[in-house]
């Protein structure tokens, strides 16, 4: 399990999305209001697309309708309270009333994993071979072959992975501050979602270079 700690203003939003990982939304400060669609419909989330998010060649948001409201359950979280909705289930935020404190929590599970394994591997073969590999199935003989093979070919180093987003930060929490943060004096540092797979260095003019972090770094 991880955690994120979401501190967002009183007309901030998060766009329609679909997160590859399961997650529950834990509300500490303020109100937001939801909307979560119904999973797994092809039309509110294009299959391709969501591989592409299990691949991470594709940032979470998708393309939207505001007429699929429609289809949607609405929901307003209060503080104290939690929600979760089904995996992959596209949803979109708005805070409705006051500065607003969240916590969200990944819940990654064997069957989450087999998921993930399913669209990684529809997405590879079928770039790669004249196949359709299409099917979301996710028990059974042939999806069980499917993911092994696809783990085959990702140990091999076949499988291609985009270099990953750098997350840069210059401000702190601090609830003795004004405003709720303090600048860093020491210039930006990378956030927790960076730091496994980059480091930061400064050259001889101070001014601070983004790295990948290798085995030995």
Known sequence: MSCTLIISSPTSQTYYH?????????????????WVYP??????????LMENIFASFADEEVPFQKSW??????????PDEVICWPHNAPHRVVNIEGLNVS????????????????????RFFRNKTPLPFRSVRED??????????????????L??????????????????????WRKLAEGPVLTEFS???FRLSRDASGAVNVLPRTADA
């Open 195 to 197: 730091r496994k797979d």
């Open 39 to 48: 999973a797994g419909d092809p039309t509110l989330v294009a299959p391709e």
């Open 69 to 78: 409201d429609a289809r949607a359950e609405c929901i307003d979280l209060h």
């Open 18 to 34: 679909a997160d590859a990982q399961p997650n529950l939304l834990w509300q500490v400060r303020g109100v937001k209001r939801l």
């Open 103 to 122: 916590l969200s929590t990944i819940h990654e599970t064997d069957e989450t994993d087999r998921r993930k394994l399913i669209y990684c591997a529809n």
């Open 159 to 180: 499988v291609h992975t985009p270099p990953r987003r750098v997350y840069l930060s210059d401000l702190r929490i601090d609830a003795s501050a004004p405003l709720g």
């Open 140 to 157: 059974g003989l042939g999806a069980y072959l499917k993911r092994q093979a696809f783990r085959t070919v990702r140990r091999a180093g």
